[in-house]
């Protein structure tokens, strides 16, 4: 009796839980109706379907496919994800309360303005209903014309999820010639700027920027830790790394695909990384709860901060923490990996990436710079030196290093057996 009255309570939380992830899927909804065939292609490729399915209070204005191919044909995938974003409104209106707004006109949010680079009423549609029954839609910046008329309701998911069809598409001022992402994006300006100096500085001295660069052409999501992050308690010495672990490290910070928050939110797989390679998963888990998204490591979370730059096909994240790999941090009590030389080339992603003299690599900015003797390439490192050797840490020295990740480890742990149950159990 005890045992099942347990089972329920576990599956009342866990329903629960999953109660904040909205049940409806806008894919499957669409595809009923050919005629937003391409719309709904859209909402696909610029992962807006993520976004809708993640959210629980929502309105989606579609287009048929004579508008949307007017439309499309002309602009990069970034700029149609902008205008595809206006015509999501983050409220929930049906024909009955379209019209019934008090006084006839009314600003709604829409996706768009959560995007971070919606200046004054960019984000916001103008509803207003129109004499004669019908309903207009316009960009709520001053001087838009109300363009876009409502035609019909299409579904209803009350008050989850409304499909209406408009006749033309909702443009606001500035909207079609925003500059499309390029590969001249400054990844690395743009953390700067953002306030992850630190690892702005290390991804160029290290050239995994490079990797970016290269990976962005076809889609590129990248976990920022903030410069705070670098400076917090169990955060290991990264000077105490080898070049490759460094590099392993930073490309664990990215993925190579085009993951925007809506995506990362409907997630449940986990999500392999730049370093995921044949010797080690460097993978990621994702939690939400309700707006929040939190990367699991194994070894620890963190939680998604801001957004940087979301723009198809890159997305710049910043993160709270450090993300650091279970391939590298996992195993060792020490909060620096002690890999013997014999493991470390294995476990070492993408050599190629590796400039000639990786012993040189720890950028020069970092606290005192390995000694030479601890590349790769080198013997076992001197048991005196200062190196990433657990057995001659000092007790006194190794105090944050070890109580942090087991303390952290603990939540890592509990949090998967959540995970799992969630699993066996939906
Ligand atoms: C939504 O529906 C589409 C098409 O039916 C399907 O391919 C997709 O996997 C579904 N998405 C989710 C999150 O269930
Ligand atoms: C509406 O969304 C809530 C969660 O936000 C969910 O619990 C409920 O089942 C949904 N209703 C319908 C009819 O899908
Ligand atoms: C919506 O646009 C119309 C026409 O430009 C305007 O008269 C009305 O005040 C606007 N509504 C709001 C809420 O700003
Ligand atoms: C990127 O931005 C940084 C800092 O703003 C600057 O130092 C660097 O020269 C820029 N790189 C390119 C290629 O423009
Ligand atoms: C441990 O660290 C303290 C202070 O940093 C130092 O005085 C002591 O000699 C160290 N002990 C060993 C065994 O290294």
Redesign the pocket.
């Known amino acids: 009796m005890s045992t099942l009255h347990i089972f329920f309570s576990i599956v009342s939380v866990l329903a629960a839980i999953a109660?904040?992830v909205?049940?409806?899927n806008i894919t499957a909804i669409l595809s009923e109706f050919p005629e937003y065939s391409d719309f709904n292609s859209y909402l696909t490729q610029t992962k807006l379907a993520d976004e809708i399915n993640s959210r629980?209070t929502v309105t989606v204005l579609v287009l048929n496919n004579g508008v949307v191919s007017a439309l499309a044909g002309k602009h990069p995938l970034s700029v149609i994800k902008g205008v595809l974003s206006l015509h999501i409104l983050l409220d929930y209106y049906d024909n009955k309360k379209l019209h019934a707004i008090s006084d006839g006109t009314t600003l709604s949010t829409t996706l768009y303005q959560t995007t971070g680079n919606a200046p004054g009423n960019v984000g916001f549609v103008n509803i207003t209903d129109l004499k004669g029954g019908k309903v207009g839609f316009g960009s709520a910046v001053a001087g838009s014309k109300l363009d876009s008329t409502y035609t019909k309701s299409v579904k209803q998911?009350?008050y989850?999820l409304s499909v209406l069809e408009i006749d033309a598409p909702i443009i606001a001022p500035g909207i079609l010639t925003a500059p499309a992402p390029s590969a001249d994006v400054n990844i690395s300006g743009l953390l700067d700027k953002a306030g992850c100096k630190t690892f702005a500085k290390l991804i160029t001295d290290t050239g995994v920027l490079k990797v970016y660069q290269t990976a962005a052409a076809n889609g590129l999501t990248v976990f920022a830790p903030s410069d705070e992050a670098f400076k917090a308690a169990g955060v290991p010495d990264l000077s105490t790394l080898s070049n490759a672990e460094l590099v392993a490290l930073l490309e664990y910070h990215a993925l190579g695909t085009y993951t925007p928050k809506g995506s990362l939110k409907t997630t449940k797989d986990p999500l392999s990384t730049l370093a995921t390679n044949g010797a080690g998963k460097y993978d990621l888990t994702v939690e939400t709860a309700g707006d929040s998204v939190t990367l699991d490591s194994g070894v620890a979370t963190s939680r998604l901060a801001s957004t940087v730059l979301d723009s198809t096909p890159l997305c710049l994240f910043t993160v709270d923490n450090v993300l650091l790999p279970t391939e590298l941090f996992g195993k060792s009590p020490s909060p620096a990996p002690s890999l013997s030389p014999e493991t470390s080339p294995a476990s070492a992603p993408a050599p190629d990436v590796l400039s000639p003299e990786p012993a040189a690599a720890p950028s020069p900015f970092l606290s005192p710079p390995a000694p030479p003797t601890s590349s790769p390439a080198a013997g076992p490192a001197p048991s005196d030196g200062p190196t990433a050797d657990s057995e001659n840490s000092n007790a006194s020295n190794a105090v944050d290093g070890v109580k942090a990740p087991s303390f952290m480890l603990a939540l890592a742990t509990t949090s998967s057996i959540a995970v799992m149950m969630s699993y066996v159990l939906f």
């Open positions: 109660g904040t909205a049940g409806h629980g998911i009350p989850n």
